[in-house]
């Protein structure tokens, strides 16, 4: 079992930055598991944003976020970050971590997730 807490979430204005945190705690280390980033604004499917193995790897992002998001994790403090810059008004939503066996952009295949951190990008 994994608990995830994410946070930084807030209110930015577009082209703002913020760093989300999911800090990872439980009977399995953190770093068995792969880690994505999801997101879910009002009225619509929840989407990947971004996902890194446990391992040294190249880290996969959505295309709507190359070049301004960030993943990255700390394993030995069991806590996985977003960094997000030049934030656009389409990136406000709830913003979820998430564990599982496999990096892959699909939600179903995540065993674990947080209670998700808002995200709010208004002028």
């Known amino acids: 079992q994994v608990q995830l807490v994410e946070s930084g979430g807030g209110l930015v204005q577009p082209g703002g930055s913020l760093r989300l945190s999911c800090a990872a705690s439980?009977?399995?280390?953190?770093?068995?598991?792969?880690m994505g980033w999801f997101r879910q604004a009002p009225g619509k499917e929840r989407e990947f944003v971004a996902g890194i193995r446990w391992s040294i790897g190249t880290p996969i992002y959505t295309d709507s976020v190359k070049g301004r998001f960030t993943i990255s994790r700390d394993n030995a403090k069991n806590t996985g970050y977003l960094q997000m810059n030049s934030l656009k008004f389409e990136d406000t939503a709830v913003y979820y971590c998430?564990?599982?066996?496999?990096?892959?952009?699909?939600?179903?295949?995540?065993?674990?997730w947080g209670q998700g951190t808002q995200v709010i990008v208004s002028a």
């Open positions: 998430a564990a599982g066996p496999v990096l892959v952009p699909t939600a179903s295949m995540y065993d674990y």
């Open positions: 439980g009977r399995r280390t953190f770093s068995s598991y792969t």
